[in-house]
Structure formats: C-alpha cells, structure tokens
C-alpha cells in the first residue's frame, strides 16, 4: 500500500522568500505523484503532477516540483512567495494504473502562512 | 461547465439523525470518491466507484453507505450520525483511474451535535 509524509505541519515565508515543502512517499514502483492546494473553505486544486520522463516539473501559479527516486521524495518549490500563496497544501501518491489501486493517498498537509 | 458539485455547503446534524450528501458531476468520469477531511489528518477516503452500479469500501467507510446508479451521481448516505463524523466531506471524480488526478468538490462541512 502506499503512503505519504509531509514532515512539515505549518510553514511560516515572508513574502518574496523562496519556498519549499517537503515530501516523502512509499511505494514499490514508480508512482504517480500529485500536489493539490487548498484555500480556506475551499476544496482541493491541483498544482501539478508527475507520471514519469522529466523529474522537475511545472505547475500552475509559479510552483514547480521534482521526483527524485533516490529520496523518495517530491518536494514542491516556488522561487518567490506571494501573500495568496498562504494556503494548506497536500501531496499526494497514486498506484500505476492497473494495479487495483483507483485512489490517491494524502499526506496529511503542510500549512503555508506568508508574513507580508 | 459546473464540474463537481456538492450539496449542502453545510449541515448540522443531531446524534442518531440521518441525511444524504449529494454529489453530481457533469464530465462524464467513470470514477467517483468520497474523502472525509479532518484538521491535520489530511484526507481519508470513506466509498469509491468506479462506474454505475459498482462502488467499494475505503479506508473508513464505517457509519456511511454509498450508491452509484448513474453516471452522473454518488450520493453518501450518513445513518445514525455520531458526533465523529463531524468532518468537511469532499466528493472527487476522476475520468480514468485516480492516479490521473481528481477534480474535486468545494465540500460540505457536516457538524453532529
């Protein structure tokens, strides 16, 4: 079964630093990996994801993370941080299709406060 | 285009009442997912489906029931409510297997006194 870890519960950037979230995942093959923002009352948005090829990759709003296998790790990064960027963000691990596995598992998210 | 869509936005319960939480998606997905979010839990996916007529347990699924009899509808059935389901629900779909991403709901937070 897989599983994910988001070492960091809350994060505190002013804005214009550089940010980055951490996280680690479990699981025997390759994955499918997911980061997803949530804005206060808001449901889920999704950043970005990996499948495979490239191990950076680039999402929406700036952010961008890289796979490394290595590590296990799929750490979201963004080079300069904006007050709206203050959120609750979740990353995610997905089996290979055909594997019986059809949802994603979270992490348990890592809150980002931006000081102006 | 509406995507997902999730009624009520809010909802509280007494103990041992009954309701259903509607979701209703217009994108033609095959798969269907219920989450309950609770503070620095994350996400822990309570039914799925993957397509009419067919629906699964996941890794809490006990105090809910689900049915899948169209497309379009994965409504979740909360029997007996219990003040531990007190949670914000989100629905997801995805068109293929979860592991493409999901679109999800804006959620319904369900308070049980």
């Known amino acids: 079964a897989q599983s994910v870890t988001q070492p960091d519960i809350h994060i505190t950037v002013s804005e214009g630093a550089s940010l980055e979230l951490r996280c680690n995942y479990s699981?025997?093959?390759?994955?499918?990996l997911f980061w997803y923002v949530q804005s206060p009352g808001q449901g889920l948005q999704l950043l970005l994801k990996y499948f495979s090829g490239d191990t950076l990759v680039q999402g929406i709003k700036g952010f961008e993370a890289e796979f490394k296998r290595s590590q296990s790790s799929f750490n979201l990064r963004k080079p300069s941080v904006h007050w709206s960027d203050a959120a609750e963000y979740f990353c995610a691990v997905g089996a290979n299709p055909g594997a019986g596995s059809y949802q994603l598992t979270f992490g348990k998210g890592t809150k980002l406060s931006v000081i102006p | 285009n509406a995507g997902v869509t999730q009624t009520p936005k809010f909802r509280i319960l007494k103990i041992g009442q009954s309701m259903t939480l509607q979701c209703t998606q217009d994108m033609n997905h095959n798969y269907m997912y219920w989450y309950r979010q609770d503070p620095g839990m994350g996400l822990k996916l309570i039914y799925y489906s993957v397509g009419a007529g067919i629906t699964d347990k996941g890794e809490v699924p006990n105090g809910y029931n689900v049915s899948r009899s169209t497309t379009e509808d994965f409504p979740l059935r909360l029997e007996l409510a219990a003040p531990s389901q007190t949670s914000v629900y989100f629905c997801?779909?995805?068109?293929?297997?979860?592991?493409?991403?999901?679109?999800f709901g804006s959620g319904t937070r369900l308070t049980v006194v």
């Open positions: 699981y025997g093959a390759t994955p499918y």
């Open positions: 997801a779909s995805s068109l293929y297997e979860g592991n493409y991403g999901y679109t």
